[in-house]
């Protein structure tokens, strides 16, 4: 599984866009880039994967660079409950089942 | 749907206590699986299933067993706690061995 790099913390403000950086220069042709987030106290959540074209749904877009050594999470208009920390995950879809969750970045809105 | 449900949603026991944390799903997701996580940490694998009646161990297995009777459970248990063991635990489930896994709540044990 590729390493990845995310810095540990970023603000964002209400309302504006907030895009949370990674770094996976080591990835392979065959790995994906998972982004999940956890809300204080609760259970992470999944929000969007892809694998070498950018991605849309209903909470965020993925950008990924065209040589796939870094890609963007974006969430298009933060909230107040948006504050939480994001995990990136570069991981072959088939390379077994664990999620491997590293540090992430704590991403705070502030209003 | 219920989504991944766990329970008790906090627990104290003492060491040498033995206790179940319960997990369910209402989704027919054939992969579940169990993580702890300890405070500033990420998450760590313990068991997995990838359905009933085949369980195998994760990254920090020791002193814990799983069982897969039924596709809906998947219970943890721990057989003799011990301080090391406090932490956050969390079921996740999925669909198709995929990696977009669903997480439950989670349990708080404290081990005194």
């Known amino acids: 599984d590729a390493k990845t790099t995310q810095p540990t913390s970023m603000d964002c403000a209400e309302g504006r866009a907030a895009n949370l950086p990674c770094n996976h220069s080591?990835?392979?042709?065959?790995?994906?880039v998972y982004w999940y987030r956890q809300i204080h106290s609760q259970g992470p959540q999944y929000i969007i994967h892809g694998l070498k074209n950018n991605e849309t749904n209903e909470m965020a877009s993925l950008i990924i660079t065209e040589d796939r050594k870094s890609s963007t999470l974006i969430l298009p208009h933060a909230t107040l409950r948006d504050t939480a920390v994001y995990y990136c995950?570069?991981?072959?879809?088939?390379?077994?089942?664990?999620?491997?969750f590293g540090k992430g970045t704590s991403l705070l809105v502030t209003p | 749907n219920a989504g991944v449900t766990q329970t008790p949603k906090f627990q104290v026991l003492k060491t040498g206590q033995s206790m179940t944390l319960q997990c369910a799903q209402d989704m027919n997701h054939e992969y579940m699986s169990w993580y702890r996580q300890d405070p500033g940490m990420g998450l760590r694998l313990i068991h997995y299933?990838?359905?009933?009646?085949?369980?195998d161990q994760g990254e920090v297995p020791n002193g814990y067993n799983v069982s897969r009777s039924t596709t809906e459970d998947f219970p943890l248990r721990l057989l003799s706690a011990a301080p090391s063991q406090t932490s956050v635990y969390f079921c996740?489930?999925?669909?198709?061995?995929?990696?977009?896994?669903?997480f439950g709540p989670g349990t708080r044990l404290l081990v005194l």
């Open positions: 080591t990835i392979s042709g065959n790995e994906y």
């Open positions: 995950i570069a991981e072959n879809s088939n390379s077994g089942y664990a999620l491997n």
């Open positions: 299933s990838v359905g009933a009646g085949i369980t």
């Open positions: 996740a489930s999925s669909y198709g061995g995929r990696k977009t896994q669903y």
